[in-house]
């Protein structure tokens, strides 16, 4: 699927639709990605600041669908772990940037070449209009290159 028709699909996807949470740019070649979380009456906490699993949302499956797409089918690339480390409240519209390097890339596959697998860790941080820290989030992913048969079984037909 093209970045452009994901964009499409992933903003009309009900967990995202009704948490005020939208893809605004994906780059053609998966590097990047920016999403935004507006603040609204559905995504409020208690208190009238952001709702802390909305701001998680919002970057939950980033990083695993742009190494998914930057790595190829060759390889299997799963969320591990993740944890959210609240710095400020979250007021108005908040937005976090998505980058994967191309030496980032050709690291993951020179360290998988074998089938070992990998446990790389991602960093990314949501931030408000002002540009201040709202929230931080850390994501381990799980990455390993298929076996052969593993590749045989995935394949279409």
Known sequence: MSPGLFRHVVNAWPPFLGAGIRVREIAADWSYV?????????????????????????????????????????????DQTAEIEYVKPGRGTVSAEFRVGAAQIARLRRQAADGSKLLPEFSVEIRDRNAELVARVRKRLYVRRKRQADAVLAAPG
């Open 34 to 78: 920016r999403v935004e979380l507006r603040h609204g009456l559905v995504n409020r906490n208690f208190v009238g600041t952001h709702f802390g699993g909305s701001l998680f949302a919002m970057t939950d499956p980033f990083h695993m669908l742009m190494l998914l797409h930057l790595l190829g089918e060759e390889y299997m690339v799963w």
